[in-house]
């Protein structure tokens, strides 16, 4: 067969190794926490999240993050932590390993989490949830704050006893 001149050749693709494609697709970048090393940003596709996509096989997507922990350490976790708190870093040295709790305590405790009022399903704003605990306190009973706040008895008692909304202050 004959194609007349070198550009009307078909291309031929050679596979590459992962580990060189993936370390081609990373920047550094001076982390928030100086203290733990420069970030690695990610610079290929990203999720809605900010978290990058890594293809590792012809249709199998995996986070980036991800795959760089996996590749570094030879574990399969369920949740890869970001100590530098940056989606699309992917620096082994700023990954670990955890659990669901550990995730969601990150979260929180660097106030990622939707809680308080800023929750999408909050009908009361921290004013409100401070309010009445002040009434509760004065002697008025949890039936007479659910009708008066128009929330369920139960979630009345809760926000008073602490179990739900337990600091209004600090979640605006």
Same mark, same amino acid.
């Given at each position: 067969m004959h194609y007349g001149s070198m550009e009307a050749m078909p291309r031929v693709y050679t596979k590459r190794a992962p580990e060189d494609r993936f370390w081609e697709k990373? +920047? &550094?970048r001076p982390c928030r926490y100086p203290d733990i090393g420069d970030c690695l940003i990610w610079t290929g596709a990203v999720d809605k999240n900010g978290y990058g996509l890594f293809q590792i096989e012809s249709r199998r997507t995996i986070r980036a993050h991800r795959w760089a922990h996996e590749s570094a350490t030879g574990e399969t976790p369920k949740y890869v932590l970001h100590a530098c708190d940056t989606p699309p870093c992917v620096n082994p040295l700023h990954l670990s390993s955890g659990t669901a709790r550990q995730n969601s305590a990150d979260r929180d =405790?660097?106030? /990622?989490?939707a809680s308080g009022e800023r929750h999408y399903a909050a009908k009361l704003s921290d004013e409100q949830v401070a309010e009445m605990r002040t009434?509760? $306190?004065?002697? +008025?009973? $949890?039936y007479a704050l659910h009708k008066a706040y128009a929330i =369920?008895? =139960?979630? $009345? @008692? %809760?926000?008073?006893?602490? /179990? @739900? /909304? /337990?600091? &209004? %202050?600090s979640s605006g």
């Open positions: 990373t +920047e &550094p =405790s660097r106030g /990622r989490g009434r509760h $306190a004065a002697g +008025e009973s $949890a =369920s008895y =139960s979630q $009345a @008692k %809760a926000i008073i006893a602490g /179990r @739900k /909304r /337990r600091s &209004p %202050a």
